[in-house]
């Protein structure tokens, strides 16, 4: 099984400042102090959006690895040709497919549901 690398959560302050943080953790606002905490996120939309995230990335990464997966072996086998051949390919799959991956993350963070965290000591 493939391990699901966490997504960060952007937090904005109400003075405007913006951080990163990791679901559950808590965030300190660097220029006002204020507190934030995100142990409120639900659990399961965050995890749809991960796996979503993560399957998108996993497809570019695959198709890459089964070209050079072909092509490496066959470079020793058959003639290093074959390795300029699989070069050319991987840059075709990469210039011609990555655009496509790049918009669906795009479209994934767009559609992304948006969570109010309250200040920490706030009721």
Same mark, same amino acid.
Request: net charge positive; glycine share 14%.
């Given at each position: 099984? *493939? ?7 952007v937090? &904005?302050? #109400?003075?405007?400042?913006? $951080? ?8 300190s606002?660097?220029?006002c102090? +204020?507190?934030?905490?995100t142990g409120d996120?639900?659990?399961e939309e ?9 399957? &998108?990335?996993?497809? /570019? *990464?695959g #198709? ?10 066959? #470079?020793f086998?058959?003639?290093?040709e074959?390795?300029? &051949?699989?070069?050319?390919?991987? /840059?075709?799959?990469y210039? $011609?497919?990555?655009p ?5 993350? +795009? +479209?994934? *963070?767009? &559609? ?8 920490m000591?706030?009721d």
């Amino acid at each position: 099984m *493939i391990a699901v690398k966490p997504l960060a959560l952007v937090v &904005t302050c #109400g003075c405007g400042e913006r $951080g990163r943080v990791m679901p559950g953790e808590t965030w300190s606002c660097p220029a006002c102090g +204020r507190t934030y905490g995100t142990g409120d996120v639900p659990e399961e939309e965050y995890a749809a959006v991960v796996r979503e995230v993560n399957r &998108t990335k996993l497809r /570019a *990464i695959g #198709g890459m690895a089964v070209i050079a997966a072909i092509f490496f072996p066959l #470079g020793f086998i058959l003639g290093g040709e074959l390795w300029l &051949t699989g070069i050319v390919l991987l /840059a075709v799959f990469y210039f $011609g497919y990555g655009p496509k991956v790049k918009r669906d993350v +795009r +479209r994934i *963070i767009r &559609t992304l549901p948006h969570w109010t965290i309250r200040e920490m000591g706030d009721d």
